[in-house]
């Protein structure tokens, strides 16, 4: 395993490539002497492509040897007036017997010689912050505790003066608390706060300079004691310090007794960059899921979606591959006003202990939209700055325009080096999808229709990933690695997680349940993504009982739950209403069985080598068991999918997409009623007017999918008209693809034309 580094470039002088590091230049002399014999002789072309954590064993120890806890950096603690920064700080110096310095009591008043009220009064609010800063711009410390006021962080050249020396610890209290205590210390007024503003809306104001600046958050509970907080403080900064705590490995990775086997391990920026793992695994967490505490929950109960997001996204990412301010400005770009619904991912009440989780109000109206808007901007963050990336990606109907839509929203520079081809069933999506995947194209994204069905795409693209001479090819010939937006790549998933926490805590917000009751959850299913997303979301503390599985008559999954053999033997594909389920090879299944097995990788191997092989597997007894404690599955007929549409609006006048009607009908089935179940609607039924059409018995007064939408949008239905589709309709150029035949080597050369036609 290799010491862990920002990620750097790699330049090239002629047609000798000589190894260096962009972000790292004190590296560049210790490489040169390490690396100056390896060359490249090929083209103009060429980019040593290597990853970000290659590493030097002398820097490692150069790291660890200046950043223990404390060591020369200061832990500088950073939160609202009332936040307790001065008591935790004071118990903190008192744990690790170092210096403590409160910014107001030994700075300021020591440098005015007045209190900093006297101060305040005398120099007025915008004054006073640049007295502050000047005060604090003429300190240093080192190895020290150094509690902030809670106004320094509006002062930007004081705050990077700080931050040179120090770990900005952020002390995130609820804000009920934050304004008791300062009732208590009987403060009413703080800086910035002119009269007639009320505590609450200032002290929400200050959020934004502390999200600038923070390099750890200790997300309080509300009610926890300063020893409390101090010890989790103590914990951010252990975690911020120990950069090779949080890593991946392959499902199928093979521990050896007496042997670490760290190189095989990777972290979270690489699994995102390289997708799929080299043994043909998918990247997993070698460490189990963080977990919130309940008292963590309950305070995100009345937080926004992106506040949710932050919160859990930073848990699960180290901020070596990600720093938390950088992954809060991705987060607020993902789920900004390219939503048509500013709650993200709201949850209605459909009936009964029904709920419906709306995952359609991104701008391509699916659920892969809630992964797809965010997961471009950790890829584009984590690459290497001076390398090519080809996105493949196979679509079973929806992910192929949310995957065009997301990496078309890449800032100019990302977009000349990260480009998107995405591989579709030219005959197995709805005439609307195929549409809005053509439709989606853009400079940097590409469509291809193929001659077969989903799997054969799946399966290919695995096999162009696995195909090391080609991949090597391109690195070499083209200075481009190939990559994958699919949920087999761990970037893609993660994101996922969210909304099935987000969803339960509104149940909790609106007040259908209460913190800890359990809930179900029924989730149509083919690729496994999306309902293992929901498996993670209750690793991490959200109290879900069950998962329940809706296939339709490619009903490979629910066999395999009910018996526990994954037969593909004699099973051929059909097409039906729900396309994006018809899928019989469920790759993300893989990992579940891993987690199940207690990350017995030898088995995932044998297991996907004889389902490769022999198209047909068997788990032994005791893991369906336990797979069946969680799981319960069924399948719907195409009848009983189109029933459900008809009286699903009958009754409530909600229109399901037939995705949906699945899910519903096996819900009906198979949920005792005993506990709300929420219902997972993974697509806008716009996307598949002539279903809806058909089970509303509508007559079709024209074949175009624009007069089937607004028909479908003159019914005033819930959920209303989705503008994004709307607007796609309205598109008067008619764009085209390409398509080829169902040969992967006939895909090679579509990727290799497609890298030289963007990046030569």
């Known amino acids: 395993m290799f010491t862990r580094l920002k990620p750097g470039g790699l330049g090239q002088k002629s047609e000798k490539t000589m190894l260096y590091f962009n972000r790292c230049q004190h590296l ?56 307790g920064k001065t008591t935790i700080g004071r118990i903190i110096g008192q744990k690790l017997g170092c210096c403590v ?36 711009l003429n300190f240093s410390a080192s190895g020290s505790v150094i509690s902030l006021t809670g106004s320094n962080p509006m002062h930007d050249a004081s705050m990077w003066h700080l931050k040179k020396n120090g770990i900005i610890v952020y002390l ?41 600046w923070y390099d750890a958050r200790v997300f309080c509970e509300s009610g926890a004691s300063p020893e409390e907080v101090a010890d989790k403080v103590l914990n951010a900064v252990k975690r911020y310090q120990n950069v090779d705590s949080e890593t991946f490995i392959s499902t199928r990775h093979i521990w050896h007794k007496n042997c670490k086997q760290k190189n095989s391990t990777k972290f979270f920026s690489e699994a995102v960059i390289e997708g799929l793992a080299s043994d043909g ?11 919130l505490s309940s008292g963590e ?17 930073e848990k699960c990412i180290h901020p070596a591959d990600i720093p938390a301010a950088r992954l809060g400005e991705m987060i607020e770009t993902a789920y900004g006003k390219n939503f048509a619904c500013s709650r993200i991912a709201p949850v209605r009440h459909l009936s009964g202990n029904q709920f419906i989780l709306e995952l359609f109000h991104g701008p391509t109206g699916s659920f892969k939209d809630l992964s797809l808007q965010l997961m471009p901007h950790l890829f584009a963050h984590c690459i290497l700055p001076n390398c090519n990336y080809m996105i493949l990606v196979a679509t079973s109907g929806d992910t192929g325009s949310a995957v065009l839509n997301g990496f078309s929203h890449l800032n100019s520079n990302d977009k000349k080096r990260i480009a998107v081809v995405t591989f579709f069933p030219e005959n197995g999506v709805s005439d609307f999808q195929k549409a809005q995947i053509i439709g989606s194209q853009k400079e940097n994204g590409w469509a291809v229709g193929v001659k077969s069905d989903f799997d054969f795409c799946q399966t290919a693209v695995k096999r162009i990933f696995n ?93 395999f ?19 994006a389920i018809d899928i019989l090879k469920s790759s993300n299944l893989e990992r579940h069985l891993h987690l199940m097995a207690n990350k017995d990788g030898q088995l995932m191997t044998k297991l996907f080598n004889q389902l490769e092989d022999q198209c047909h597997f068997q788990i032994e007894k ?40 699945v899910a519903k009908v096996v819900a009906d089935r198979m949920q005792d009623k005993t506990c709300p179940v929420i219902v997972s609607s993974t697509a806008h039924y716009s996307k598949f007017s002539p279903a809806i059409m058909q089970a509303l018995k509508i007559k079709e007064i024209n074949q175009t999918s624009s007069s089937q939408l607004y028909l479908l949008s003159s019914y005033n239905a819930l959920p209303p008209p989705h503008g994004a589709l709307l607007e796609r309709t309205k598109q008067q150029e008619k764009m085209e693809c390409q398509v080829c035949s169902a040969d992967v080597n006939v895909l090679k050369s579509h990727v290799e034309r497609l890298i030289q036609k963007q990046f030569m």
């Open 561 to 579: 739950i009910k018996t526990g053999h994954y037969d593909l033997r004699e099973r051929k594909l059909v097409q039906t209403f729900s396309p």
């Open 297 to 313: 929950w309950k305070g995100l109960v009345g937080a926004t979606y992106i506040e949710r997001a932050q919160i859990l996204l």
């Open 172 to 212: 995130d209290v609820p804000l009920i608390d934050i304004i008791n205590r300062l009732k208590s210390m009987k403060i009413n007024r703080i800086v910035g706060q002119n009269f007639g503003t009320p505590m609450k809306d200032l002290l929400a104001f200050r959020r934004q300079y502390y999200k600038k």
């Open 467 to 559: 195909d090391s001479d080609f991949t090597g090819f391109l690195t070499v010939e083209y200075g481009t690695v190939l990559s994958s937006a699919n949920s087999i790549n761990w970037g893609r998933l993660l994101p996922q997680v969210i909304y099935h926490a987000s969803a339960y805590l509104d149940l909790v917000s609106q007040g259908f349940i209460s913190f800890g009751s359990p809930v179900d959850v029924c989730i149509p299913t083919g690729n496994f993504g999306n309902i293992l997303a929901a498996v993670y979301a209750k690793l991490m503390g959200i109290p879900i009982r069950k998962f329940i599985c809706a296939s339709n008559q490619n009903h490979v999954l629910t066999d």
């Open 28 to 83: 560049k002399q210790i490489t040169q002497r390490c690396f100056s014999s390896i060359h490249v002789k090929t083209n103009k072309y060429v980019q040593l492509i290597l990853s970000r954590t290659f590493a030097l064993a002398e820097l490692r120890k150069s790291w660890h040897s200046t950043h223990t806890l404390v060591g020369d950096k200061n832990i500088v603690l950073m939160g609202p007036p009332g936040a």
């Open 281 to 291: 695994g998918l990247f997993v967490p070698e460490k189990e899921f963080p977990k």
């Open 101 to 136: 310095i409160d910014v107001d009591n030994d700075i300021l008043e020591k440098t005015w010689n007045m209190s900093v009220s006297e101060k305040l009064q005398e120099v007025g609010n915008e004054q006073f912050l640049e007295e502050e800063g000047k005060a604090v």
């Open 622 to 661: 005791i893991l369906v068991e336990k797979l069946q404690q969680d799981f319960v599955a069924d399948w719907c007929s195409e009848e009983d999918c189109l029933a459900a549409i008809n009286s699903t609006y009958n009754a409530s006048g909600y229109i399901l997409d037939p995705h949906t009607a």
